[in-house]
């Protein structure tokens, strides 16, 4: 029997089904972790950028991937890995999850030295990061629905989704500070593998949360008889990473390449092929049927939004403070705490309060207006401006938007559905969460390697001397002496590799005369195109936020004391 909800939402009563448990402290505290160590290694990139860079001689697309190759699978799979929560016991999932997750990291931490071809080094590293990701995308749905079926009561409901996103925030602001730590120490004798020290202690915190959830957590199931989708699965899959690779490939091959328009179509013809076959499965991977509701379908579209200017921001910050102006993690790592630090504060003793006495469209849309205030501030902030310091205050900002948009977007999509669907919903809302971070790095990164390409490109064009100059920078290798001719080749392939590239090679050199000689002329340029490519990349992020902000506060329905639950749907 169907109820009418509060704001218009429909709560399916599941007859006969039986009522769940309250939710444990041992059950919560074991969520708390695990999302504490599943976002912890999504966020580990982020400060370590300048990094990779130094010790892979990355291109542009390549060290996106880098962050992405973890993200994708996570997106990809937590439709399929909530259904296999409900079907064979979520903290059963939740311990193979982790160990999963521990196993990828320990695979980064053994990417081979310089010494080995850059291929095959990367491709190490994408293995490790995708498995990582794997686990990721068991872990970060299943962590939510435990807290979800758990939950009777709009208090606790409150209360335990504001632990979760306490504790996702808490994963961001201790693993930058933890990089930038580690990264200092040397791992054997390569100076730039300093990263590994991060990987290696994301891999020891994983299996440490699987033990702990093993010992302490309740085991739950769904009383939904759901049956895999595998076509299901297969077209969101093929939906998301043909979007997601022309995306990351195409300030590397350009939008009209053959591989980009090809990804792209294969998206397109695989998502008409998603809804084609959710509409006839007898028990789909996501029932369609909860996009009649309009707030749920607002808030889907909200999410990914949100959760875009999240990691849009991070991604840039993290470029501009390692990548672009040299700052190393460990000094980097105050602005990630920061941003990330506002969030955990502010998310148990205010957002959860909030979201339990209001409707959740207020916190949700005032967050959103807080992030676009924080990325319009950070626009007019000019690359030449060489301080953190200078960051921080709008970082804050933004960090105390995320708090309330975090928690309130998870709670409008929670609460929209039946409880007894809460598997379905954390997974959908967890893929709509991760597909936002995805879409941060991939499309800012576009955004602004293209434009910083095109800038060097018209600069190159319009200034005959700088044209002469680097012609002769790409010709001095036939001149240099032997013992530095192979480092001298690796220069002018960074340069040619794109604008980070570009700006990682020095202007000049000490010769071991102690004199100072000019070497590449393209440092300078690259910098500012750089600075004013991913300065646009704020733009973007605040402009997306601020739309997202009026759509939620026009679109989502309800009173203003409407928390878009009862009591009586949380025991459906």
């Not at 693993?175 to 891999?203: D, E, H, R």
């Not at 003793?349 to 950070?378: D, H, Q, T």
């Not at 530095?484 to 590239?501: D, F, K, N, T």
């Not at 902000?549 to 026009?554: C, D, H």
Request: glycine share 10%.
């Amino acid at each position: 029997m169907a109820k009418p909800g509060p704001g218009g939402a429909v709560f399916a009563t599941a007859a006969g089904a039986p009522h769940t448990p309250a939710l444990t402290r041992g059950t919560l505290v074991a969520a708390a972790l695990c999302i504490f160590v599943a976002q912890f290694g999504l966020t580990v990139p982020a400060g370590l950028n300048g990094l990779f860079q130094q010790d892979f001689g990355t291109s542009a697309s390549q060290l996106t991937w880098i962050t992405d190759a973890f993200l994708i699978p996570v997106t990809v799979l937590e439709l399929t890995f909530g259904l296999l929560g409900d079907k064979f016991g979520r903290r059963r999932l939740l311990v193979v999850g982790s160990w999963i997750l521990a196993l990828g990291f320990v695979i980064c931490v053994l990417t081979p030295g310089p010494d080995t071809d850059q291929t095959i080094r990367l491709v190490v590293m994408w293995t490790g990061q995708l498995i990582a990701g794997v686990g990721a995308a068991a872990v970060i749905p299943t962590t939510l629905a435990m807290i979800a079926v758990d939950t009777h009561t709009p208090r606790a409901r409150a209360r335990g989704l504001s632990i979760w996103a306490a504790s996702l925030s808490m994963g961001s602001v201790l693993s930058p500070i933890i990089c930038g730590l580690t990264a200092q120490m040397y791992f054997g004798s390569n100076p730039n593998a300093g990263w590994k020290w991060a990987f290696l202690v994301v891999a020891v915190l994983a299996a440490g949360a699987a033990i702990t959830a093993a010992c302490i957590a309740r085991e739950s199931f769904s009383p939904e008889k759901r049956a895999f989708d595998w076509p299901g699965q297969i077209t969101i899959g093929l939906a998301v990473l043909g979007f997601l690779f022309a995306v990351i490939e195409a300030p590397t091959r350009g939008w009209t390449s053959v591989y980009v328009l090809g990804a792209l179509l294969v998206s397109a013809v695989s998502t008409a092929a998603f809804i084609f076959v959710e509409r006839r499965h007898p028990t789909p991977l996501l029932d369609l049927n909860l996009f009649s509701n309009r707030n749920f379908t607002v808030a889907a579209g909200v999410t990914v939004v949100g959760m875009f200017t999240y990691l849009g921001i991070g991604y840039i910050t993290s470029i501009r403070l390692t990548a672009i102006q040299g700052f190393t993690p460990l000094a980097a790592s105050a602005a990630f705490v920061v941003f990330n630090g506002v969030s955990a504060l502010i998310q148990v003793p205010i957002a959860s309060r909030l979201i339990e006495r209001y409707n959740p469209k207020w916190v949700l849309g005032g967050g959103l207006l807080l992030i676009a205030s924080g990325a319009f501030w950070m626009w007019q902030i000019p690359i030449t401006t060489r301080s953190i310091t200078a960051l921080l205050p709008p970082l804050a900002l933004a960090g105390a938007g995320v708090a309330f948009a975090l928690t309130a977007v998870t709670a409008v999509v929670i609460n929209t559905v039946p409880n007894h669907l809460a598997g379905m919903a954390a997974g959908w809302a967890s893929l709509l969460r991760d597909f936002g971070f995805t879409l941060g790095p991939a499309i800012v990164g576009a955004l602004a390697l293209g434009r910083a390409a095109e800038h060097i490109g018209t600069q190159v064009a319009t200034d005959p001397a700088l044209s002469h100059a680097l012609d002769a920078f790409n010709a001095s290798a036939d001149t240099a002496p032997n013992d530095q001719r192979q480092s001298v080749e690796a220069a002018i392939a960074a340069v040619e590799s794109g604008p980070l590239g570009a700006n990682g090679v020095p202007a000049t050199i000490t010769l071991p005369d102690g004199h100072t000689v000019p070497f590449n002329p393209l440092q300078e340029t690259a910098f500012h195109a750089l600075g004013d490519g991913y300065s646009l990349g704020y733009l973007l992020v605040g402009l997306c936020a601020l739309a997202a902000a009026i759509v939620t506060m026009v679109f989502i329905s309800g009173g203003n004391r409407d928390p878009l639950i009862t009591a009586e749907s949380l025991n459906d």
